[in-house]
């Protein structure tokens, strides 16, 4: 079985998720601050609404960033969860190019079955069938009933042992087993590692992409840690988590995915070959600093500017009476926007494309409403505010292209007004 400190309990959490020790720092304080994907309601604008303390620390025994507070994952992966993986072009794209690239690299036949674990609206997995592979998507919300609507099986369920050993038996072991922007997300890291080895074939792969540590903090991204994402990996901290498992981390690819992210290949079994880009970026990591305290020590103090910089900004603004709004409401935007201060009288919208399912709901903590992004075209508002910074340059194009002729302000990693 799986170590006992690998299922991490709601609540304070005092020691390492990956390897246990209590040798943590705090490196950020963000206050108190509500979930980043439960959106509100008019009706809900005038309840309580609760938060809960999220705080960013570092391990210096296996240098993972984790967060200090783990709310159940009921309630942060509630029914109505909002986010869909399909409405965003871009992504689309990329889930696209993984399917042709790992089809490609493990020479996947139409006989193999694929696996993807938190497979949202199943647009990972549509690559994969294609192809013309047996595909299954595991997902615990309800996005799972528009993935099985547009012909993608999926089981809406969170994956454990149990569900493990139920696809096993209904459908057989499985050549591929993968999870994109979720292996950093569940408190059962255990029960989901496990899993993995149960429905795994003996030459089978586990392929997950994540947020990578030092983009982060090389970017001054900070707006990533939120309530969702308990863990933030360097590649040591990886190679310490599965160490615990009969499993080899064989291969390791660096994108440009969320700010920065890395994509890694795990392989069932122990000492199996490992792809010298294991070594080389674990030399990178050890150069570049991240294994000392110094280096985060660093990162906070750039993200306490980056705080005092937008904020004098977006108070001049408003005092030289010019209009200013944000675009994008990803996630991440909810811990900025809570962490700077900033509320409806300083943004008094975010807008947001037409498909999106935060349209006409608001901001958790910050109570901003979210709009139709058809306004900035009407109301061509001085400054832009792009929140999904990580993929400004697209977002300016594709605004640009519908006729917005305003500022843009792209608030990390470090503030620039782009004149349009």
Request: contains cysteine; charged residues 25%.
């Amino acid at each position: 079985m799986y170590p006992e400190h690998h299922i991490i309990k709601n609540g304070h959490i005092d020691r390492c998720q990956v390897c246990n020790s209590n040798k943590l720092n705090l490196i950020l304080d963000l206050g108190q601050q509500p979930l980043c994907d439960t959106l509100l309601t008019k009706e809900m604008l005038d309840q309580q609404e609760t938060k809960y303390p999220l705080r960013m620390v570092w391990c210096e025994e296996c240098s993972l960033a984790q967060i200090d507070y783990c709310v159940d994952g009921n309630l942060v992966y509630h029914p109505d969860y909002p986010y869909r993986t399909g409405i965003t072009k871009e992504l689309v794209e990329y889930q696209n190019s993984i399917s042709k690239s790992l089809v490609a690299k493990y020479n996947l036949k139409h006989s193999d079955f694929v696996v993807d674990l938190g497979s949202n609206d199943g647009t990972l997995l549509t690559g994969f069938k294609d192809h013309g592979m047996k595909v299954l998507g595991v997902e615990p919300t309800n996005i799972a009933r528009i993935a099985n609507q547009n012909g993608v099986e999926t089981t809406q369920k969170f994956f454990n042992i149990k569900t493990a050993n139920e696809i096993k038996n209904k459908h057989g072991k499985v050549s591929l087993i993968l999870a994109t922007n979720m292996f950093a997300h569940m408190s059962t890291i255990g029960e989901v590692i496990s899993g993995i080895e149960i429905l795994l074939k003996d030459d089978g792969v586990f392929v997950f992409e994540n947020h990578y540590l030092l983009d982060v903090i090389q970017g001054g991204q900070f707006d990533t840690t939120y309530h969702e994402h308990l863990r933030t990996y360097s590649l040591k901290s990886l190679v310490k988590l599965f160490s615990y498992y009969n499993f080899t981390i064989t291969d390791i690819e660096r994108g440009s995915r969320y700010g920065g992210n890395i994509r890694v290949h795990v392989s069932k079994g122990k000492n199996r070959n490992i792809s010298e880009n294991v070594t080389e970026m674990l030399n990178l990591e050890e150069q570049s600093g991240l294994y000392k305290l110094e280096t985060y020590r660093k990162f906070a103090d750039r993200v306490k500017k980056a705080k005092k910089d937008f904020m004098s900004f977006i108070l001049k603004i408003n005092k030289d009476g010019k209009t200013i709004v944000a675009n994008s409401c990803p996630g991440r935007c909810v811990t900025l926007l809570n962490y700077y201060g900033v509320d409806t009288s300083l943004i008094p919208y975010i807008a947001e494309q037409p498909t999106s399912l935060k349209l006409g709901m608001f901001l958790p903590g910050k109570h901003i409403p979210v709009v139709n992004n058809e306004i900035l075209v009407k109301e061509q508002p001085d400054y832009v505010i792009l929140l999904a910074w990580h993929y400004a340059e697209s977002i300016m194009k594709q605004l640009k292209a519908r006729g917005l002729k305003s500022t843009f302000v792209i608030p990390l990693p470090d503030l620039t007004v782009v004149e349009n």
